[in-house]
């Protein structure tokens, strides 16, 4: 099998990385939600994966998805990137979300170089 260097990669956590997120766009209108927490399982320079306790109102078949603000640190660099969430499943109490980052090249050069960082840690 070939590696394509166009496509991401994804790193996955033995210990979960906390988080926050707040919603911004529900339904194709701006929100205020109150700041949520949730532990990131994976990270790619387009996405996550996350878990939290909290129940989203996430339609796979909706045209407006739910759009948050993430915010998490990954080694001593915080980043804060707005995103959408593009499924959802429930596992027992808890609830977890695919994430799509809204985030241009430079953003995603440096998580790749902050991973690389972690990946050395580790």
Known sequence: MRYN?????RFTFKTPIKAAFSIYELNGKEVH??????LMHDLSPSGTKISTNLNLPVDKDSDYPVKIHLQFMLNQSVYEIKAE??????????????VHFYAGDDIKEEIIQQLKVYVKQV
């Open 5 to 9: 260097r166009k496509d991401s990669f």
């Open 33 to 38: 939600s109150h700041a949520g927490t949730a």
């Open 85 to 98: 969430i593009i499924w959802k499943k429930i596992y027992f109490d808890d609830y977890f979300y695919g």
